[in-house]
Structures are given as structure tokens and as C-alpha cells.
């Protein structure tokens, strides 16, 4: 690291030490996905055969979806500092408050899912909601160049057109990551850097990174680990370990002045002395999994014995023969007529 640069090496180096540091608080995000999306019937301890008739609760699911809508989301405000005590101070502070709230209208609204509210369920889920502000060029259209043999009114037709469409974009996104995806500065006193570590489909790398080499030889529809490492002056890009910024030494100056995600701390977990963020970082389904189970494999084993009461299995005479190898002593299904051979009752 030179002159508070780090290099592509020291971003890989921090990448794999805080995904150590944080692999035992992700494993409890992995839980956490687990209980939220049913997925413990085998931990209710029923016996095998009785399984296919087990009941898992919704109580989790419906805990995170309650916790999701008490979170205020449509009546967000945006303050602004003024500059000064003048009538021009006032008006751009105005105007600038009056973008932030449209900017957070039109990104609820042209999202597929709304960002704030997936941030608000991962917040009451895994005790921690993220949220990434970046500005994407892909959505600011370039100025176009004049054609030759073009008449300025053409041009000027198309340069008014050009201006619509540009004016009507909004090049600023916010989005949601998913905690499981992000690794935050492990130490203590402030936060440094962030690093977020998702897979993509190799073709969609391929296609947004046209100088990219494919260093691991994927096919196109392989999933590649991406890498994005920023500081407040910093950032640096990578596909399979290897710099995708056209930039000397892959790693780029951003000019932001600020790290792009805001990290949302439920604030159900603790601040413990050694910064463990499995005691931080704290859902509200967490330290309710045992009476998930419990309160499953009752309703389970109620509604099983309420079935053989009311739907007793029968035995009846049949003609197989005298045969008794193929007797079974309990029905499959219950309420069903069990034949037996002739002469057994």
C-alpha cells in the first residue's frame, strides 16, 4: 500500500481475512434464511413415518413480514444544511431537498422491488439491512456528434431529442445488498472499507467488460465472483481475482468522498468488547429458533393424533387367499380398509 493506495494484492489479502473474520456471523445469516423460509421440518424429530404429515409453521415468516411493515417507508424526509443565511441559500437547499425526495420516489417506484423495503426485511431478518447509492453512466446518455453531410437543423432536431431523453434518466441508483454479500472493516473505531463479493453469470461479464480475459476459462452460463472494494477515495473492481477498471494498477480514484453503503443496525444485537459481530449483528428470529421447532412439532403431533382419532384404521375379511405373509399391522393412509385373508379377524 503506497500513499494510502492499496494495490489489487491488498484488496485481495483484506477480501479473504474479513470473509474468515465474518464466515461464523454469515453462517447465522444462513440460519437465519433457513428458519425464515420454513425449511426445519427435519429438525422437528418426528418419527420417519409420520414425517409427510408434519406442519411447519409460518411464525418466523410472518415475525420478519410484521417487523417489515412497521418500518416507516412512505413518509421518508430529506433535510439539507444551508450555506448560508441568504434567499439564495434557502432556495438551493429547497431544491435540493426536493431532488432527494424525488430521487427516492422515482427509485421505489422503477425498481422491480422496492430497495428501502427489501433493506427494512434484511434489517428485521439478519439484524442488518445495506443500501448502495453509485452513480451508473449506462444511464446517462452521451452527447451525439454531428454527421456528416448533416444540416444544423437535423442536428439541432436530435440535440433537443438527445436532451428529453437525458433529462428524463436518472443516473443515480440505490440498491439493496444482501449482508451475506458484504464485508464491512472488521476493526475497531470507524469504518475504512467496504468489500462486496456476489456472482454473476459469466455472459453478462462478458458483455459489460469486453476486455475482461476469462483468466478461468468459463463457460458463458458459469457464475463469476465479483469483487468490489471501496474507501472513501478508492475503489477497485474484480472478475475471478483479476482488475476490471481500465485504469493503472486497477485500482481507480472515485471522487465520491464517501464509501456508497449505508449499513442499518437493527440494533437488537450487542456491541460486545471484542467486536464480535455474530453478537451484533442480531435478527429478531435469531434467539427464537428452538420455539419455532417446538411450537411446530406440537401443532404437528396434535394434528397427526387428531387424524388417527377421527380417521381410526380398519381391518377387514378378504379373499387373497390364506396367506397371512402380506398382513400389515398399522394402514398406510388413515381411515383406510386393511384386507385380510379369509378366516382372520
Known amino acids: 500500500m503506497k500513499n494510502g493506495k492499496p494495490s ?25 434464511d433457513q428458519y425464515h423460509e420454513l425449511d426445519f421440518l427435519s429438525l422437528l424429530g418426528l418419527p420417519k413415518e409420520l414425517v409427510k404429515d408434519g406442519i411447519v409453521l409460518p411464525t418466523a415468516r410472518m415475525l420478519i413480514d410484521m417487523y417489515t411493515d412497521h418500518v416507516d417507508l412512505a413518509n421518508a424526509r430529506v433535510s439539507i444544511n444551508k450555506k448560508g443565511v441568504t434567499g439564495e441559500a434557502s432556495d438551493e437547499a429547497e431544491l435540493l431537498r426536493k431532488f432527494g425526495l424525488g430521487l427516492l420516489y422515482r427509485t421505489g417506484i422503477e425498481s422491480e422491488v422496492s430497495p428501502f423495503r427489501m433493506a427494512a426485511k434484511h434489517q428485521g431478518l439478519y439484524g442488518l439491512g445495506v443500501l448502495k447509492t453509485v ?87 458459469e457464475k463469476v465472483t465479483l469483487t468490489s472494494f471501496w474507501t472513501n477515495e478508492y475503489r477497485c473492481e474484480l472478475a475471478d481475482d483479476e482488475p476490471i477498471l481500465q485504469v493503472k494498477g486497477g485500482v481507480a480514484k472515485h471522487n465520491y468522498g464517501f464509501i456508497p453503503y449505508v449499513l442499518i443496525d437493527s440494533g437488537l444485537g450487542n456491541t460486545s468488547y471484542d467486536a464480535d459481530p455474530v453478537k451484533r449483528y442480531v435478527g429478531i428470529i435469531r434467539y427464537l429458533r428452538q420455539m419455532f421447532i417446538s411450537e411446530s412439532r406440537n401443532y404437528s403431533l396434535r394434528d397427526i393424533t387428531c387424524k388417527k382419532g377421527a380417521l381410526p384404521w380398519y381391518t377387514l375379511e378378504g379373499d387373497a387367499g390364506t396367506d397371512t405373509t402380506g398382513i400389515s399391522i398399522l394402514a398406510t393412509q388413515y381411515g383406510e380398509a386393511q384386507p385380510l385373508p379369509p378366516g382372520v379377524k
Open 8 to 32: 489489487v494484492e491488498d484488496v485481495k489479502r483484506l477480501r479473504d481475512k474479513t470473509k474468515e473474520y465474518y464466515q461464523d456471523v454469515h453462517n447465522e445469516f444462513e440460519l437465519d
Open 135 to 221: 452513480w451508473d453512466a449506462d444511464r446517462w446518455p452521451d452527447k451525439p456528434e454531428k454527421k456528416d453531410n448533416e444540416g444544423d437543423k437535423e442536428y439541432a432536431e436530435r440535440i433537443d431529442e438527445f436532451r428529453q431523453t437525458r433529462n428524463s434518466q436518472l443516473p443515480i441508483v440505490i440498491r439493496e445488498v444482501n449482508p451475506r454479500c458484504i464485508y464491512p472493516d472488521y476493526s475497531y473505531g470507524g469504518r475504512q472499507f467496504v468489500i462486496e463479493v456476489q456472482e454473476k453469470v459469466c455472459f453478462d461479464v462478458m458483455e459489460k467488460y469486453k476486455k475482461w480475459s476469462n483468466p478461468k476459462g468459463r463457460a458463458i452460463d
